[in-house]
């Protein structure tokens, strides 16, 4: 390659606390790039690639890529993302924790992995690993970050600027608890980065309610709803007030996963009205074959919940555990709520780091708040 030729290096990243895409040439020396907003920087990469390489702005809605980043004027930080990425398997996980460590919220910091891609001109759009980390300070404002990434030689943290400066980050303290799980021992996360935690699937509506009701609806059957990917990793419950404003039904899952043909993958249950009652799920397979409770199915809230902790799984409606058992989902943060022709609504979700089934929602564990999107239409 020409040391002289230049190619644009854009980040277009899905924010996970699970792990980070890999190149097929496999990890090569990662340094620390900054990340200017709005600005173009040009940086020196190794002797790999000998050549000059421009970190352009952040796009939003860039329509041909996976997704994209930005922080805008009022300090918040835009992100979206293209449905159909799911979790990442246990053996990526593994490498990004090698290379980066895992993925924490502090009191005065945060680290995420990225799933991104390097546009590199003659060699096209190739994944890479990059990994975000923050700093802030105790009011929550973001002071310093930094985005690291395979090959790139120069490293050193960029002072926020007033495009930046405010942002409200997660305040929640974190430790350690295994290789693929984070407990929170104390706060409450309210906002988190991406902004829009809750990604549509195709043909699904999200939408926020100035009174804190998140509202989902789709017009097919499959696979329609929402992804979430918070900050917790393995052992988790997640708890939801739902109610069923039109059509067929909806469902929670946990461990959750969408893949490149937009099917989603986890353990849940569903608040089914075709069946009149509650089914029993390991997506996709037991969509319409799972275990059946017959249950009064109609348009008031009601509190699900899906637990998960080691190889085993337990549903409840109201109180009231419907469904237990084993399930051989890996670990994975992901939360879906599936809706199929059908309009629900959703408030107070949470997840909340267990290491029982059975807890009961007013136990001492601190709850991790979801953030929902204000709007999106897909």
């Known amino acids: ?33 900054i990340v200017e907003p709005g600005t173009s920087q040009s940086v020196e990469f190794g002797d790999r690639l000998s050549k000059n390489y421009t970190l352009k702005p952040f796009v939003v809605n860039q329509a041909d890529e996976s997704g994209s980043l930005r922080v805008e004027k009022d300090g918040r930080v835009s992100f979206q993302i293209r449905p159909g990425f799911g979790a990442l398997d246990e053996f990526d996980r593994a490498k990004a924790e090698k290379l980066f460590g895992p993925p924490q919220i502090g009191p005065t910091f945060c680290t995420y992995h990225l799933w991104g891609y390097d546009h590199r001109g003659v060699n096209g759009a190739e994944p890479n690993i990059f990994h975000l980390d923050c700093k802030f300070d105790h009011d929550g404002k973001l002071q310093q970050y930094r985005i690291r990434g395979i090959g790139i030689q120069k490293a050193q943290w960029a002072r926020a600027t007033p495009q930046t400066a405010g942002n409200r980050l997660t305040r929640t303290h974190s430790n350690r608890t295994g290789r693929d ?36 609806s789709a017009r097919e059957t499959f696979w329609s709803g929402a992804i979430a990917y918070p900050p917790a990793a393995c052992n988790y419950r997640f708890d939801a007030d739902a109610r069923l404003s039109r059509g067929s039904g909806y469902g929670l899952a946990v461990r959750a996963s969408v893949t490149d043909a937009n099917t989603p993958h986890g353990q849940g249950i569903q608040y089914d009205g075709g069946m009149r009652g509650l089914r ?27 637990a998960v902790v080691g190889e085993r799984y337990e549903s409840s409606v109201d109180g009231q555990v419907v469904f237990s058992g084993p399930t051989d989902t890996k670990c ?21 780091p267990i290491t029982s089934l059975s ?3 007013s136990a001492t564990s601190t709850q991790l708040t979801l953030p929902v999107v204000q709007s999106m239409d897909y």
């Open 280 to 306: 029993d799920v390991l997506l996709p397979a037991q969509s319409e074959s799972g275990t059946v409770k017959a249950a009064t199915i109609d348009s008031d809230w009601h509190h699900i919940s899906v």
């Open 1 to 33: 390659m020409n040391r002289s030729a230049a190619a644009s290096l854009s980040l277009y990243c899905l924010f996970t606390a699970q792990g980070a895409c890999f190149s097929s040439e496999g990890p090569k020396d990662f340094h620390t790039l």
């Open 332 to 352: 994975g943060n992901g939360l879906l709520i599936r809706v199929w022709r059908s309009t629900a609504d959703f408030r107070n979700m949470s997840v909340t």
């Open 181 to 216: 799980c984070l407990k929170y021992k104390s706060g409450t996360v309210s906002q988190s980065i991406p902004a829009s935690l809750w990604q549509p699937l195709p043909g699904t509506s999200v939408s926020m309610s100035s009174s804190g009701i998140m509202t989902v």
């Open 359 to 361: 807890t009961p929602r």
